[in-house]
């Protein structure tokens, strides 16, 4: 069966139901596994804002702030792939734990050099890599997890909670990070420490299995491949399937756009007159309503639809862009910027659990992976890239070419056919 077959046919991952599976809040597993999550999350986003203020300080050097800052997102691209072949192939929760121990004995090493005031940029930079790489075997063993725990049909919620968690991280981190940071230097970082100590202990107490269900009992066992071959696994069940190639593209057109986007709202507010603080509560505004967005997006996606939300968030975008471009208050941008993150947050939700449905257990990691190789593909070079374009031509000028772009992505959106099978998210099958 082809992987288009594949789409239009969906794996049967779950066994008949004979009653209704238990809300979530009562999967135990679910909750150990989400909740050490949120607290690492959290953790993450106290130290990330922490960094490049350690590097400026102990340096000077915004160059070595921007490498220290790119380090942990160098390491995870680099190892997304094999990643997800290791996490499809060894005992997920095993993986989980481990990776986890490895980032807090990576993380806690900044609390002494940051105690003995002997910063150095190099050591914060290799911190960043082991962290990027654990972290991609951790979130291919998380997402091959979520779908052994979950039920088919609680999908929708539980990928709502999982958005929902990150908009919350990235809304209370930052400025709670730069207020621990005021008080000791070292104290964000301790802290990203223990919350990676936290997600150690949750996934060790997962009781249920997380691997991909072994072969029938006298099957024989499939035949091993190449490395090479192991490797782009994931990549070319993407690629040769309509519905999930869709999603990575379409994910990373979006990310670019946003990255650079953002940078120009940025400039744009200091532009017109905003003080750092206003600029701060413009993108906490933003964050609390993607979390506002995360948390009713089963709701919206079951009363409108998986491909009309899409739809009209892929056609808000652009709109939104040209309105920030010419408003003439900051409010009416704030508000404009989080009506876009409010609507993307629920057509993610969409496409992630339709990804989720249609591929196989024993792929979840490494199409997972790929996927957000794809979609992080463009994302660090588009802040760059619209830095110079607004040093040329102006921050509002950047606004709108994004406009532009995000309009094309909506057009090709529109009329891209696997975008039909959006509407399976709401109904649980």
Known sequence: MSADQATAAEPAADPPATAEPPPLRRNRDFTLLWSGQAVSALGTQLSGICYPLLVLAATGSAAQAGLVGGATLAGSLVMLLPAGVVADRSPRKRLLVLTSLLQLLAVGSVVPAVLAHRVWPVQLIVVGLVQGCCSAFFMGASRGAVRRIV??????????????????????????????????????????????????????????????????????????????????????????????????LWGAAVNAIAAGTLLMVIVLARSRGATAPEVGALVSASALCGLAGSLLGPRLIELFGGRAWVLVTSWLLPSCAVGIAVAPWLWLMAVLGALTTFTVMPAVIVFQVQATRITPDELQAQSGNAIQLVANSLSWLAPSAFGLLADVAGARAGVLVAAGLYGVTALWLQGNRALRTLDRATTGT
């Open 151 to 248: 039920p088919s049909a609680q999908l929708p919620q539980a990928m709502s909670l999982t958005q929902a968690r990150g908009q919350a991280a990235a809304m209370i981190g930052p400025p709670l990070g730069g207020a621990l940071y005021g008080v000791a230097q070292s104290l964000p970082f301790l802290l990203d420490a223990l919350s990676f100590g936290a997600i150690t202990v949750t996934s060790a107490l997962i009781r249920g299995s997380l691997d991909p269900e072994p072969p029938a009992a006298g099957a024989p066992a499939p035949p091993r491949e190449p490395l090479r071959r192991q490797l782009t696994a994931g990549s070319r069940f993407v690629l040769g399937d309509r519905y999930l190639r869709m999603y990575a």
